[in-house]
């Protein structure tokens, strides 16, 4: 008798039945793998390999195999199965959002890699998907069908299906795809919000100096664009002489120099005199006073106060004016830095005093251009505001572009530096406090065998300090 095997094979557009077994035809099955072992049960029986491993497994253990219920047809499901069934999967598909359990940028390697890695009956974490991702996946889906998409990319098939249904819909213009992100038009359109609203802020910063705000708040500009942006706006490049400079000089750690000026600034018809201190090493403004004329009580006042919330200098340097420099005789502010160790250098050049010089004529352009001030106590006011918005917010290109004053000077360059880069960017109100700065106050070396005793950066004990007290021999020109 001829038999027709082709006829036995299920049709591809039919679904094949899963064949079910009584407790007792498991119990024979088992009794003649114990005998025949699992392939001779399996062909003789024509049941799966892995549901003769199974069961005899199960038969090891003492775990009685679950039966058919009565009055269910072999190779079909009670209908109670089928209902509670329907019911978990409608359940998992509305409480699974489209974008969760999604791999990661690195694309399949790393999913595929969690799964391999025996960790099968614990529970996934929902992940987020990137619109390429969905992209993704959903065209694999589309190719190899989407049991493969969700065993390759580790999505469950629910998610997939929904993804699907929705990138249908967004097609007849039904609903947003989720495989598609802002247009690059809306990108444009954010990036110009955000670069006039820092303009508008701070309408005294350059293109070059928005970019680098922006940067620390984790958005990415280049100042080319920048610049295009703010002329569209209305801003007009400043016409600046800069003289072209090769040499610089600078501190190796916080207060070991500061340097002292005054800003002359008429409010109405009043004259004022604005001190500034600056340390050289982090920019950073240690201390700052306002009169209507150059004194000597002020210079005191605000050193005296400097010294008492950020610590003592090692030196100092200014220009030869009345308030700092006496030509007959020693002026008040030589004698108080004799009395407390700090050595004193008068300024022949210009450029030795150039930070300060560059941070006035900052000063003028960021501020006093920009406000109006009614009367001096408003411009007190203002200042303090903006002097503390120097020192926290205010990227300096001499510090790289992207760091504070207060990174440098507080020592936290590193961490604020990789939370730039991992994106995150630097939250403002996270700033470190004078009582978290960390002050080497007294320590003990050893240079060539010889002892040395310092206190609060001052030696006590041991050789001369080498240079200390005199510049370099070559004129340092001021640093931006």
């Known amino acids: 008798m001829e038999v027709n095997v082709a006829s036995k094979q299920p049709s591809k557009g039919t679904r094949q039945q899963r064949r079910r077994y009584t407790a007792e035809q498991r119990a024979a099955v088992v009794r003649d793998a114990r005998q025949l072992g699992v392939v001779g049960a399996a062909k003789q029986h024509g049941v799966p390999q892995s549901c003769v491993s199974r069961w005899a497994s199960q038969a090891r253990r003492g775990k009685q195999p679950r039966s058919r219920r009565p009055g269910s047809a072999p190779g079909q499901r009670p209908a109670a199965r089928r209902v509670s069934v329907a019911r978990r999967a409608a359940r998992a598909a509305a409480a699974e959002p489209p974008q969760a359990r999604a791999p990661e940028a690195t694309g399949a390697s790393t999913v595929a890699a969690s799964r391999e890695t ?24 589309a190719r190899e069908g989407v049991t493969a998409a969700s065993e390759k ?18 097609a007849v213009g039904d609903g947003e795809s989720p495989t598609g992100g802002p247009a690059q038009s809306e990108v444009e359109e954010q990036r110009d919000r955000e670069i006039l609203a820092e303009w508008h802020r701070h309408p005294g910063l350059g293109p070059s100096q928005i970019k680098n705000q922006l940067r620390r708040r984790g958005v990415k500009v280049s100042v080319h664009t920048t610049r295009r942006v703010m002329e569209e706006a209305g801003y007009r490049p400043p016409k600046v002489k800069r003289e072209p400079h090769d040499e610089r000089w600078e501190s190796v750690r916080p207060n070991h120099c500061w340097h002292l000026d005054f800003v002359h600034r008429h409010i109405n018809r009043a004259n004022t005199f604005t001190l500034i201190l600056i340390d050289d090493y982090s920019r950073f403004v240690v201390g700052h006073g306002v009169e209507e004329a150059e004194r000597a009580d002020l210079v005191l006042e605000v050193f005296e106060e400097a010294v008492r919330r950020h610590g003592r200098p090692e030196m100092v340097m200014h220009d030869k004016g009345s308030a700092f420099w006496s030509w007959r005789g020693i002026s008040r502010f030589t004698a108080l830095l004799t009395e407390l160790g700090i050595d004193q250098i008068a300024a022949e050049y210009k450029e030795w005093n150039g930070k300060a010089e560059v941070f006035n004529a900052n000063l003028h352009k960021e501020l006093f251009d920009r406000q109006r001030f009614y009367d001096v106590a408003e411009m007190r006011r203002r200042l303090t505001a903006h002097l503390s918005w120097y020192n926290e917010a205010r990227t300096h290109h001499a510090l790289g572009g992207l760091l504070v004053p207060a990174d440098r000077y ?10 730039i880069e991992a994106g995150a960017g630097r939250d403002p109100a996270a700033g470190v406090e004078l009582r978290d700065r960390c002050l080497e106050l007294f320590k003990v070396t050893s240079r060539a065998g010889v002892p040395e005793v310092w206190l609060l950066g001052q030696k006590l004990l041991g050789g001369p300090v080498p240079g200390a007290g005199s510049m370099p021999a070559t004129r340092p020109s001021s640093a931006s």
């Open 118 to 141: 025996g960790q099968a009956g614990r529970r996934r974490t929902a992940r987020a998907y990137t619109p390429s991702q969905r992209a993704l996946i959903v065209e694999y889906a």
């Open 153 to 170: 990319y580790g999505a469950s098939r629910f998610t997939i299906y929904d993804w699907q249904r929705k990138v249908a819909k967004a």
């Open 410 to 419: 507080y020592g936290r360059v590193e961490q604020v530096l990789a939370r």
